[in-house]
């Protein structure tokens, strides 16, 4: 599931004004190569889009640090979840300036 998206993510008209595809690619390949595989997920059910409660729960079990998102309706408006900041595209990349 997540290498389509991670794929499908970054063709995103609104990413590439900030990110050269170029990069992004750069990014996917590192990702890919470092991307831990989860057998077990903990139960999640706290956003009020439940297609997005796997994508939280693989983030609370990798002990991820942050979660990008451009889900402004569901995801982003959690805010945090369990110590996870959940950031937008935008602040993911000045992060990484």
């Known amino acids: 599931m ?3 998206s991670e ?6 008209e609104r990413l590439q004004k900030y ?3 170029s990069v992004a690619q750069m990014m ?5 190569r470092k991307a831990s595989v989860f057998h077990s997920l903990p139960d999640v059910d706290i956003s009020p889009d439940l297609d997005d409660n796997p994508i939280l729960a693989t983030a609370l079990a990798a002990q991820a640090d942050y979660l990008v998102s451009g889900d402004k ?3 982003l408006s959690l805010g945090s979840v369990e110590g ?3 950031i937008t595209a935008r602040a ?3 992060m990484l300036k």
């Open 2 to 4: 997540l290498a389509t």
């Open 7 to 12: 794929a499908r993510v970054v063709q995103y």
């Open 19 to 21: 990110l050269r595809a």
């Open 28 to 32: 996917l390949d590192n990702l890919r």
């Open 73 to 75: 309706k569901d995801l």
């Open 84 to 86: 996870v900041a959940i």
């Open 92 to 94: 993911a990349v000045e």
